[in-house]
Nanobody, 133 residues
Framework: QLQLVESGGGSVQTGGSLRLSCAKS????????MGWFRQAAGKDREAVAG????????????VYAASVKGRFTISQNNAKNTLYLQMNSLKPDDTAIYYC??????????????????????WGQGTQVTVSS
C-alpha cells in the first residue's frame, strides 16, 4: 500500500505561483506513474501532469494536460519519495482540489473521470488551490 499526503495548496491572485508537494510512503509491487489530477466544483476529475517513476533513464518522462503545458512543471526528488508540482502564471480556471496519485501511466493522457470511474490506484486526500482574479 502507498500513502500519499499533499501539501502546499492555498489562495493566490491571477498570475501568481504555488508549489504543491506530495510525500509518498509505503510500497506496492504494481508499476505506476506518479502525478497530479484536479477536480473543480461540479466537474469531473482531470489529469494535470504525470511522471514515469519506473523510468530507468536519468531523465524521467513526463506528460502534461494541454491547459497547463508551459505553466506547470512536475518533478520528484532523487529518492522518488516526494513529488512536486510547480504552478506558475495561475489562472482562475486552475481553481480546483488537486490530488496526488499513483495510477497506471495511461490515465494521465485520458479522461476526465467521473466520480464513479476514477482511475484505480492510490490517492491523496487533496489540497485546495484557489486563484482569484
Amino acid at each position: 500500500q502507498l500513502q500519499l499526503v499533499e501539501s502546499g495548496g492555498g489562495s493566490v491572485q491571477t498570475g501568481g505561483s504555488l508549489r504543491l508537494s506530495c510525500a509518498k510512503s509505503g510500497y506496492t509491487a504494481n508499476s505506476y506513474c506518479m502525478g497530479w489530477f484536479r477536480q473543480a466544483a461540479g466537474k469531473d476529475r482531470e489529469a494535470v501532469a504525470g511522471i514515469d517513476s519506473d523510468s530507468r533513464d536519468s531523465i524521467s518522462s513526463t506528460v502534461y494536460a494541454a491547459s497547463v503545458k508551459g505553466r506547470f512543471t512536475i518533478s520528484q526528488n532523487n529518492a522518488k519519495n516526494t513529488l512536486y508540482l510547480q504552478m506558475n502564471s495561475l489562472k482562475p480556471d486552475d481553481t480546483a482540489i488537486y490530488y496526488c496519485a499513483a495510477v497506471a501511466c495511461a490515465y494521465y493522457s485520458n479522461g476526465p473521470y467521473p466520480k464513479d470511474r476514477l482511475p484505480k490506484g492510490f490517492w491523496g486526500q487533496g489540497t485546495q488551490v484557489t486563484v482569484s482574479s
